[in-house]
Structures are given as structure tokens and as C-alpha cells.
């Protein structure tokens, strides 16, 4: 399954937490956006590890982008730094 999240935190500690999390998951593609594709148990982790560090005033959005999707996105620009790692995901 492939998710593109995206999150608004405004506790700096808490916002570092919540991006090492998902770093360990999937792509940055924005300072506040991630591409990551996972299975149901990685899903489920996933969520168990933001729920223990997130507060309910944080606004996390998960979004399920399906495989046909997916193979749809398109990269308008791509600049070199530290997101370059997202080229699995955008076509």
C-alpha cells in the first residue's frame, strides 16, 4: 500500500520525533511530507509509534494512494538535495 503523509506539528520536539518515525518507513519529499509504501503489519506499527509520541492538537494525515495511482504522479521539478531519494515513488 502506498501512503503519501503529511504533518503539522508545532511542537519542534515532538515534530523530530514524528519525522525520525517516518523516516524509518518511507521517503521526505517536503519538510512535512512523506511517500512510504507498506504492508498491513507495517501500517500498524507505523501508527502505534505515532499515536505513542503524537498529541491529539497534532494534525497528522495519512493519504492511500492506490498502485494505478501511483504509477499516475508526476515529478514537475526535481532538485538535487536532500530529498532525492523519492524518485521510487513520483514518475
Known amino acids: 500500500m502506498f501512503f503519501v503523509v503529511a504533518y503539522d506539528i508545532d511542537n519542534d520536539k ?3 520525533k ?15 511530507v512523506f511517500e512510504i509504501e507498506l504492508n498491513p503489519a507495517q501500517l500498524d506499527s507505523l501508527l502505534k509509534k505515532i499515536k505513542s509520541v503524537s498529541k ?11 498502485k494505478s495511482c ?11 538535495d ?5 524518485d521510487w515513488f513520483v514518475l
Open 70 to 80: 501511483a504509477s499516475k504522479s508526476f515529478l514537475l521539478y526535481k532538485n538535487k
Open 18 to 32: 514524528i519525522s525520525d518515525i517516518l523516516e524509518g518507513y518511507g521517503f521526505r519529499v517536503n519538510f512535512s
Open 14 to 16: 515532538r515534530r523530530k
Open 56 to 66: 491529539k492538537t497534532d494534525n497528522i494525515r495519512f493519504y492511500h494512494i492506490c
Open 82 to 86: 536532500i530529498f532525492s531519494n523519492s
